[in-house]
């Protein structure tokens, strides 16, 4: 029926949440659920007081960052949302983490938490541009130094910036790029194409 909600976002148990409304009741901005499992929302200045509970206390163990990504939202007072996937290995629960961050705020970083979060920060800051205070190296980790701007925010060019993609030699036949490429494409039925319609991706 016409707004029910969906099954996706039906709440499930989670002692992470359960926790951190018992013991962090003023640091939790809400709490919602999708596919199974929860989602918690958390004040920028309470971040990292939220993330070492859930990596500290004894009956969560979130010991491994999953991953560390972001979302832009251009038209919101806060444009980011910064989020953690937490998973707790030897408890075999997981945990997602979201921060909503204003344009030029620089979020804590979260390696001295956990230090894979060095990479996964800078990723954030080279497709997003949001720096991360205290990160040890905050400088592009996929992009070169030079490039101007950071791809995945949404209004960031669909087809890039004039100068973004340089192109370092000349490939003008499927032939040519068989003879010379040694990127794995060859035995994948690449050449057949290639013999078939002469055509290449030059």
Known sequence: MA??????????ASRAVDLLRAEKT???????????QALARVPLERLIEVLAFLRDHDELRFDHLSN?????????DKPFEIVYHLYSIPKRHRLTVKTAVAEGEAPP???????????????VFDLF???????????????????????????????G???????YREVTTAEHVYNNDKAPLRGFGWRKEVEKTGLGRG
């Open 3 to 12: 707004g029910d909600t969906s099954p996706l976002d039906h709440p499930v």
């Open 26 to 36: 003023d640091a939790l901005a809400g709490v919602t659920h999708h596919a199974g």
């Open 68 to 76: 560390l990504t972001a979302v832009h939202w251009p038209k919101n």
């Open 109 to 123: 970083t979260a390696t001295g938490l956990w230090p894979t979060a060095n990479w996964h920060e800078r990723e």
């Open 129 to 159: 541009g949001v720096r991360f205070e205290g990160h040890p190296d905050m400088t592009r980790i996929l992009l070169t130094d030079e490039w101007v701007g950071h791809p995945l925010r949404k209004d960031y060019p669909l087809e």
């Open 161 to 167: 910036n004039p100068g973004d993609h340089v192109q």
